[in-house]
């Protein structure tokens, strides 16, 4: 992530008598988007891919940024025909990229892609792409869905019911009564690697329980190695996190940022947890401002440091959350308490 917003300010240093564009936003992060359009590159989309710029302003001579979380064959295609070069600032993130081999790969074994991530995510739209481009691919939102999914694998429900269910979200030609004799399963790598894998393992028992154990190897194939390493370390520190004892949780990130969401999601199972995206949230040691996710609506809190000394709080963050906004968290929590020691003397320590 931190390569690709470093990227986004060569492509203005570097082009400063050109417009600079990004297809979408660069992360999921709204101080690092928001400084990017105050240096002057515009966004061509939003998240869900709806247009800002018409590709008609689009010129030969323009600058095209890919984001972290690549883009569709067809964008690919269309900015190429136009004549844009997109190869200087293409920052796909190569763990994504990662995964659009693997899903290439499988497809050349005659795999079927099963792809577990957020349907209108444009990593997932992304990857979906190019997957569908060599494979039959389907999108898995979770485990329930993937149970779902179970059902057409095993042919207890019909092909119609397929195409309804997963309306959007299937290949051109898919064919569930052919498709499902030989799977793998890819992510969307911002989401929990825990859920990835849950997902794998079901489909692996539901497969045995369609061809026989003795038979899996021919029928499903290991991708645990596409999980991404930076997503997944950070979800490894959450779950460390957990053993510890604590009165707060501050978790920062953006507020559409996936991967933010679930360290969110992990940390309320023991604390009491406030999702912000910056210092700015915290107003005082009596008031906070924060995202409710599963409501998609922005809470005050009052009250949400106990009364007490020492209070304990826990600060984690989101892949996509530069290191500089969690530092600025951290100050800003230490200036809320009036004993509390400079950063530089504590780190001094370690």
């Not at 499902?180 to 393992?201: H, K, S, Y």
């Not at 559409?256 to 969110?264: A, E, F």
Request: overall charge negative; aromatic content about 10%.
């Amino acid at each position: 992530m931190e390569n690709a917003i470093e990227k986004s300010y060569r492509a203005l240093e570097e082009n400063g008598d050109k417009h600079v564009f990004l297809l979408s936003q660069m992360i999921h992060n709204p101080e690092v988007n928001q400084d990017l359009q105050e240096r002057g590159i515009r966004f061509i989309m939003d998240t869900d891919g709806s247009q800002l710029i018409p590709w008609e302003e689009i010129l030969p001579s323009d600058i095209v940024i890919i984001p972290a979380f690549g883009t569709t064959r067809d964008i690919e295609e269309l900015l190429r025909n136009k004549g844009v070069n997109i190869e200087p600032y293409n920052t796909t993130c190569p763990f994504v990229e990662k995964v659009w081999n693997r899903a290439a790969k499988l497809g050349s074994e005659k795999y079927t892609v099963i792809i577990h991530g957020k349907p209108k995510h444009e990593e997932t739209r992304a990857t979906f792409s190019h997957s569908a481009e060599g494979a039959p691919s389907v999108i898995v939102r979770d485990l329930n869905d993937a149970v779902e999914l179970s059902n057409f694998i095993l042919g207890s429900k019909s092909p119609s019911e397929f195409y309804e269910t997963y309306r959007g979200k299937y290949s051109t030609g898919f064919r569930p009564d052919l498709h499902f004799e030989r799977i793998g399963v890819v992510n969307q790598t911002t989401m929990l690697a825990t859920e990835t894998t849950a997902i794998a393992d079901f489909l692996r028992q539901v497969m045995i329980r369609k061809f026989g154990a003795d038979a899996i190897g021919n029928h499903f194939a290991d991708t645990r190695d596409t999980l991404c390493y930076a997503t997944n370390d950070n979800q490894d520190a959450t779950y460390e996190l957990l053993n510890l004892d604590a009165d707060v949780a501050i978790v920062v990130g953006g507020y559409n940022s996936s991967n933010t969401s679930h360290i969110v999601e992990l940390c309320e199972r023991k604390f009491p947890t406030f999702f912000i995206n910056s210092e700015n949230e915290i107003a005082s040691r009596e008031e906070i401002h924060h995202f409710d996710y599963p409501n998609k609506t922005r809470k005050t809190t009052y009250s949400f440091l106990p009364d007490k000394s020492p209070v304990q709080i826990i600060v984690t963050s989101g892949a996509s959350c530069p290191d500089t906004v969690v530092d600025r968290v951290i100050l800003r929590l230490l200036n809320l308490f009036e004993s509390s020691r400079p950063v530089e003397e504590v780190m001094a320590r370690f």
